[in-house]
């Protein structure tokens, strides 16, 4: 089993940034890629950005540009930096981790609210 916990969400002015957080724990030698998603109030949930094990990201075009996706193995922990935030960047943000055919694992999420 894996675990994943997310931080760092929060109350942020348009244009401002904010780095979200998620800490990995149990059997996470299984996960090949970690990503971020978000789901908005009544909109499906939507794949941001996503990780392998070798480096290789990728990025949806609503967030290319602005949205950085990394990690640091030593904490076991990866990252999402989130600059130029606008209004529409509101919504719940969850880490996955793909561990392929022994799983598919999900945070609990974080709430990103851009309001002035």
């Known amino acids: 089993q894996v675990q994943l916990v997310e931080s760092g969400g929060g109350l942020v002015q348009p244009g401002g940034s904010l780095r979200l957080s998620c800490a990995a724990s149990?059997?996470?030698?299984?996960?090949?890629?970690m990503g971020w998603y978000r789901q908005a109030p009544g909109k499906q949930r939507e794949l941001l950005a996503t990780?392998?094990?070798?480096?290789?990201?990728n990025y949806a075009d609503s967030v290319r540009g602005r949205f950085t996706i990394s990690r640091d193995n030593a904490k076991k922990t990866t990252y999402l930096q989130m600059n130029s935030l606008q209004p529409e960047d509101t919504a719940v943000y969850y880490c996955?981790?793909?561990?392929?055919?022994?799983?598919?694992?999900w945070g609990q999420g974080t709430q990103v609210t851009v309001s002035s």
């Open positions: 990780m392998t094990n070798g480096g290789s990201t």
């Open positions: 996955h981790g793909d561990a392929s055919y022994r799983g598919q694992y």
């Open positions: 149990g059997s996470i030698s299984s996960i090949w890629k």
